[in-house]
T-cell receptor, first 118, second 114 residues
Framework: AQTVTQSQPEMSVQEAETVTLSCTYD???????LFWYKQPPSRQMILVIR??????QNATENRFSVNFQKAAKSFSLKISDSQLGDAAMYFC???????????????FGQGTILTVHP | DGGITQSPKYLFRKEGQNVTLSCEQN?????MYWYRQDPGQGLRLIYY???????QKGDIAEGYSVSREKKESFPLTVTSAQKNPTAFYLC?????????????FGQGTRLTVV
């Protein structure tokens, strides 16, 4: 069974600096998707970025980028120019690509609480 | 506006009672999921459904039941068999036809046993 591990329960960063959140996963599949979600104090889950495993190029979304290391099963999130609004719980998630319209399980890590200091 | 609606936002249950959490979506999504969130444990999958009248157990299904009679609706019943039901519950859905489609989430239901 696939598992997702976030080994950093808490991280902190100064405003305008860069921080990297770690995520590792375990799967025997070769085709899958990885996601980073943000959960602010409102508890509304928001997609930050996604990565398709078949793509070698790392995904980027404005100040957010990932370092996807497929062989190492690592999927870290880098937040550049951190802002106060980035403070939240961040979750890494995995979903196997089952083809067609099949989705399977969407598995989450334990989460990392990010604090941004002014 | 399209989205996922969970109700109620707060729910209180007495010991030994069954309660049902509502999840409705008007996004025409096929797959729907229920998660439980406890402090320090992230999101744990309870049940998921990929199509009407079909659903699969997740990692912590004991003490819970679901139904999927309509595409739009995926209610979760927390039964008296669930020994520690106090938690935050999140419902999610995924759009059809795109493998990398993100999950959209409701705003959650906070269940407390009193």
């Amino acid at each position: 069974a696939q598992t997702v591990t976030q080994s950093q329960p808490e991280m902190s960063v100064q405003e305008a600096e860069t921080v990297t959140l770690s995520c590792t996963y375990d799967t025997s599949e070769s085709d899958y998707y990885l996601f980073w979600y943000k959960q602010p104090p409102s508890r509304q889950m928001i997609l930050v970025i996604r990565q398709e495993a078949y793509k070698q190029q790392n995904a980027t979304e404005n100040r957010f980028s990932v370092n996807f290391q497929k062989a190492a099963k690592s999927f870290s999130l880098k937040i550049s120019d951190s802002q106060l609004g980035d403070a939240a719980m961040y979750f890494c998630a995995y979903r196997r690509n089952m083809g067609g319209t099949s989705y399977g399980k969407l598995t989450f890590g334990q989460g990392t609480i990010l604090t941004v200091h002014p | 506006d399209g989205g996922i609606t969970q109700s109620p936002k707060y729910l209180f249950r007495k010991e030994g009672q069954n309660v049902t959490l509502s999840c409705e979506q008007n996004l025409n999504h096929d797959a729907m999921y229920w998660y439980r969130q406890d402090p320090g444990q992230g999101l744990r999958l309870i049940y998921y459904s990929q199509i009407v009248n079909d659903f699969q157990k997740g990692d912590i299904a004991e003490g819970y039941s679901v139904s999927r009679e309509k595409k739009e609706s995926f209610p979760l019943t927390v039964t008296s068999a669930q020994k520690n039901p106090t938690a935050f519950y999140l419902c999610a859905s995924v759009r059809a036809g795109m493998g990398s489609a993100e999950a959209f989430f409701g705003q959650g239901t906070r269940l407390t046993v009193v």
